[in-house]
């Protein structure tokens, strides 16, 4: 399963740059952002499991995943610019497209949140990966509170 999902981070990640105009229909750019926003979930959930002890920390897995996260952060947001993406099968809210700039905004606030982590988790340093770790889940919650049906 792993290496599955390390496969599909790989594949996204590389073609992100194209992808905004590589979709066949609306669905496609839905199924697209929401893919990459279980790869994120999925990374981010191994790393709260060892930050809450749920699981061993291992610094090396954590610090990979946080790689990953970063990564991954890049990779969604060109699934909203399609148009017709906001209807389909999606919890993305409406006030994503009527609030666009906010939602940007918050995007660039969680890129910022996965890069600060990737650059501390290497670090050993456990209190600013704590914050950095943090500051991720906050920016997660914040665009969730906003822009997606629960």
């Given at each position: 399963m792993k290496r599955t999902l390390l496969a599909l981070s790989l594949a996204l990640a590389s073609?992100?740059?194209?992808?905004?105009?590589?979709?066949?229909?609306?669905?496609?750019?839905?199924?697209y952002r929401q893919a990459a926003f279980g790869?994120?979930?999925?990374?981010?959930?191994?790393?709260?499991?060892?930050m809450k002890k749920k699981k061993p920390m291992d610094e090396k897995a954590?610090?990979?995943?946080?790689?990953?996260?970063?990564?991954?952060?890049?990779?969604?947001?060109?699934g909203f610019k399609v148009d017709g993406s906001d209807k389909g099968d999606t919890s993305a809210l409406p006030a994503i497209w009527q609030e666009w700039d906010e939602f940007e905004a918050k995007a660039g606030a969680f890129q910022m949140a996965t890069e600060r982590l990737a650059a501390v988790a290497d670090s050993g340093n456990a209190d600013d990966i704590k914050k950095a770790f943090g500051a991720v889940g906050k920016t997660c919650k914040g665009c969730h509170d906003d822009f997606k049906a629960e």
């Open positions: 073609t992100t740059a194209a992808a905004e105009g590589a979709f066949d229909t609306a669905q496609d750019a839905i199924d790869l994120i979930k999925e990374n981010f959930s191994d790393m709260w499991a060892m954590f610090a990979q995943r946080a790689q990953h996260l970063a990564l991954l952060s890049q990779i969604p947001f060109t």
